[in-house]
């Protein structure tokens, strides 16, 4: 099978709101009157985002999932997406779950893919998503990390920490009762992007990032980009991660390995998590509980921009908590 057969055999499907798809030089999209293009693109290396024998669909589904969760930290609604595709063979045992992986979760959420670049050599994926933001009155009503304020609520969406959990698990470092495992993996290879969450954000949310490094590290972005400091409860997170709750009843034998002071870890920078970190002003309290509601996505509240610069860690007793977590960066 050869590199245009590939192609029309797993990638080419009629174009539905694209005006024009796979096939051409160039795909044409008609962006709807009064909108904005938000773009965004990731790439996932074998041996640094994933492990060469995970399993095909899910990787499909991941590659596409942290693209999406870009465009529901900018509260985007998702349009289309591009495939760049470097592959070492044309093994179909291989594509043919990758893109089932991948269209069930474009389908899920409306995006189409519309082109894209298909090269012999190392496993690598490569995606651009495109998404629409309403611009009113002039004014784009994208999330940007850059409006948080002073006295602003801090909140994230979801769980933290699970997907961290199950990549040490893989690694070999800390061992986990089979039921537990099956849960954090799932967070780990088929994270759910929060994009109805996002677009139930816009005109509410001051700022938003999606977690991906790790929650401190993603926070420390909104901050920097909004010249505030803000104090995080580390109680609050560290009671999002699942399978930290479900610990004791799933029986343990390995509790050694998994002492509370990693759990805490994980939950603050574990990174993979792709929930939505964002503001919001307190008198906005209801509106973020509604939002929360309608995208049927769950919204914690787990600390509070401040005037004063850096981040402050305490314990639900209101202790200090030293910061000593790192977030995930490449090159570092
Ligand atoms: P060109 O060389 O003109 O850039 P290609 O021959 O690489 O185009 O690709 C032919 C068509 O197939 C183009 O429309 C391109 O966007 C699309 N395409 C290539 N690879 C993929 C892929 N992995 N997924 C989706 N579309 C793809
Ligand atoms: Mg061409």
Redesign the pocket.
Known sequence: MGEFDL?ERY??RPARQAALG????C?LLQPAPGTQLAISCDMLVQGRHFFADVDPFTLGHKALAVNLSDLAACGAKPLAF????ALPRADEAWLAPFAQGLFALADAHGCE?V????TQGPLNICITVFGEVPVLNGRSQALLRSGARAGDDLYVSGTLGDARLALEVLRGTVSLPAPLLAAARLRLEQPTPRVALGLALRGLATAAIDVSDGLLGDLGHILQQSGVGATVNTELALALVAARADYPAAGTGSGAATRPAQWLGWALAGGDDYELLFTAPTSRRDAVAAAARTSQTAVTRIGQIDAERGLRLLDGKGQAVPNTYTSFEHFA
Not at 22 to 25: R, T
Not at 82 to 85: D, G
Not at 115 to 118: A, L, P, Q, R, V
Request: aromatic share 6%; net charge negative.
């Open positions: 192609i990638f080419k796979v096939g051409d030089d795909a591009t495939l760049a595709l893919l082109g894209g670049d298909t």
